[in-house]
């Protein structure tokens, strides 16, 4: 595909080589198991931004890969995905990131590791470069891989000029950020990554809503909490409060792209500025897209499907 010349998304973040493998019997730890194993080219921001891409918006990606094999089909595959990789800065002699998941029999994530050292140490003078390019978008997404002085410093070079959204990605990570969680514009937690950046318990619906408020009091402006099965929980500053859920999928292939496609699908909907209900709906709908193929991100992915998975499944 061609270049990206105006972006309405752009992201800021990991970009990896993902290998998972999903068990076809009940896991034996410390053995082999047999199993399917696939490789694809993944990355929390990266995945967000080929479902973006997948489901119609112009996206670029700013982030760092090595000039190795992985790197090669990093950029590679991302740019057929509809990405635009022009920006992503190439580190000679480094190691790409990369990423590995170990999927239960059922698609459920048992394990995962990853090796993303290669963005730790990203030059806050790379943001300076690209800041026309980030100041341009509609919407800026990033994850909480990136050093937290780095984050901080994306939100002082988009100077209030483009809302940042993010995905927290694991407790670690959301421990991280927390100290800067505020100065976001959007987050995506789940229920421990929401207990984490607020400081309170976040079990039970009263407490959900108690742990959204904090975050709301100190600067948040839109939070979605992703609640698996459950749907997820919404509130923002200008007073909408609710719970959001699609009918659960009676079989799913594949768990771990989920989260990323339902980030893609709140993005989507709000850069088109789609009302509370429909917003969510979309996004539920793009990880109900996710999870019905064995990769990450599901080839199929596309605006038109999530709003046939959206109609299909709405309660």
Known sequence: MSERINPRVVGVGAAN??????????????????????????????????????????????????????????????????????????????????????????????????????????????????????????????????????????????????????????TAYARQMEPIVGKFYAIKPNEMELSILSGLPAETEPQIERACEALLNRGVQRIAVSRGEKGCYYADSMGNRLYRALRPVSQMVNATGAGDAFMAGFTHALVNRLAVEDMLDYALASGITAIQSMTTINPDMSDALVRENRNRYRL
């Open 17 to 170: 080589v993902d290998v998972h493998g999903q068990s076809r019997k009940a896991i034996i730890m410390r053995d082999s198991n047999p199993g399917y194993m696939a490789t694809s080219v993944g990355g929390v921001t990266r995945n967000i931004l080929e479902n973006l891409a997948r489901q119609g918006l112009p996206v670029a990606l700013l982030s760092a890969s090595g000039d190795d094999l992985y790197g090669e089909k990093i950029v590679r595959d991302s740019t057929a995905a509809g990405i635009d990789m022009s920006h992503v800065l190439i580190k000679s002699g480094a190691a790409s990131s990369s990423y590995i998941a170990i999927l239960d029999e059922r698609g459920d994530m048992l394990l995962g590791m990853s090796d993303m050292r290669i963005i730790e140490d990203l030059p806050t003078s790379y943001l300076d470069a690209n800041a026309d390019l980030l100041q341009n978008a509609e919407a800026i997404v990033c994850d909480a891989c990136l050093p937290v002085q780095l984050l901080d410093y994306l939100i002082s070079v988009t100077a209030g000029k483009t809302p940042v959204l993010i995905d927290p990605v694991s």
